[in-house]
């Protein structure tokens, strides 16, 4: 669709946008739409960094850390001053790295969400940046066959778990194909939030193919986006769930009373609304099923690299698809449960708010009748 910079420059060959306000670490956004469902469209911003954001990020990793030091006392001297570390110098060198990753994302964020509105803008629960992410990086001089691979993970893992991509990471939600790596964002590191993509550079380098491979990385991603939409659409779905949840059974307890009214009447709406939302959602996935499997074919080349015995070589698309099915039915169960219970007791709230206003209107009625007798008397 065009190209965000902080400054014009005359060499454009596409619409250009001028964002002054974006970090200075961003050389420039492309901008693209895709179509996901029948009504369903993603706006796309690829950001490419500048080389000072790939030199800052590699001085960070290889920055002097020291772990979390906890004193028993105020003022450790003599017997008061023993002291326990709360974490390791890896641990900390890893809060470094990513927390400037995430405030980096948080930046970039504030000047696109000023002019853009839209689901995952809205929908957003946590301290996490708002937009769903995939946070590519290059990897030189890596093996890019399984057994190679293997074993400078056992060598280089503490160097990926600066960037979030922990050993733990990697053998539990890392999928590998050829000379790329995919790491799903798992529930021990929500606050992430991001798909973690690392292209492995061998060391015999092809120049022609090098000069292509984000293009060929990013016809990739782009058949893949569909996928990953419809699963952190779920994920927020499911927030926003129980969230209402939440909200519904503390108000089903509280102590019923008139002024109260509007306030069910406001929930009823947001509960009413997140059901619609899901059964639409619900009703285009079985229209595009045969078509999101066609985009799954990608993801049949990528396995997973640890896990169970059992779990281990497992398809990325198996896992995405039989993600998608039973968090789809999961959220349909609660949502149809919280629905069902907030409609009976707003039933119930509106047959108490008529009767109390017929009570009050036959006391009126019987006052109105009194003062005029007692005018003609």
């Known amino acids: 669709m065009g190209h965000l910079a902080r400054k014009r420059s005359s060499f454009a060959a596409v619409p250009q946008g001028i964002l002054p306000d974006l970090p200075t670490e961003v050389e420039g956004i492309t901008v693209h739409l895709h179509k996901i469902l029948s009504s369903g469209f993603a706006l796309t911003f690829d950001v490419k960094l500048t080389d000072s954001a790939a030199e800052r ?4 990793q290889v920055q002097d850390c020291l772990p979390k030091i906890r004193f028993r006392h105020w003022i450790p001297w003599g017997e008061g001053a023993g002291s326990h570390s709360e974490s390791t110098a890896e641990s900390a060198r890893q809060e470094l790295v990513v927390g400037w990753l995430l405030e980096l994302r948080r930046r970039i964020e504030a000047a696109l969400l000023r002019r853009i509105f839209g689901y995952f803008s809205v929908e957003h629960h946590g301290s996490s940046p708002c937009l769903p992410a995939f946070e590519i990086f290059s990897l030189r001089r890596v093996p890019t066959d399984d057994k190679g691979f293997s074993q400078w993970l056992n060598l280089g893992s503490g160097w990926l778990g600066t960037l ?3 050993r733990v990471m990697v053998d ?4 590998k194909c050829d000379d790329l790596v995919l790491i799903l964002p798992g529930q021990i590191d929500a606050k992430i939030a991001a798909y973690r993509v690392f292209s492995l550079i061998g060391t015999a380098v092809d120049q022609q193919a090098e000069q292509h491979r984000h293009l060929v990385l990013q016809e990739k991603l782009d058949r893949a986006l569909a996928v990953f939409v419809v699963t952190e659409f779920l994920d927020r779905t499911q927030e926003t769930v129980e969230e209402l949840r939440k909200e519904v059974y503390e108000r089903l307890k509280e102590k019923p009373r008139p002024g109260r009214l509007r306030r069910d009447l406001k929930l009823n709406q947001k509960v009413e609304r997140a059901s619609l939302l899901l059964s639409r959602f619900k009703m285009e996935m079985e229209q595009e099923e045969e ?9 049949t080349t ?9 779990s281990k070589g497992q398809q990325l698309s198996e896992v995405l698809l039989n993600g998608i099915r039973a968090q789809t039915h999961v959220i349909r169960n609660h949502q149809r449960l919280i629905s069902e219970l907030f409609a009976s007791h707003l039933s119930w709230r509106n047959l108490d708010a008529n009767y109390r206003l017929q009570r009050q209107m036959l006391v009126w009625t019987v006052a109105v009748s009194l003062a005029t007798l007692a005018a003609n008397n």
């Not at 990020?57 to 960070?60: G, H, N, W």
């Not at 990528?302 to 059992?310: V, Y």
Request: aromatic fraction near 24%.
């Open 302 to 310: 990528f396995h997973r690299l640890g896990g169970t015995a059992k």
């Open 164 to 166: 979030g991509a922990t």
């Open 57 to 60: 990020l590699r001085a960070l």
């Open 291 to 299: 078509w999101l499997k066609r985009y799954l074919l990608w993801a």
């Open 172 to 175: 539990w939600y890392g999928f």
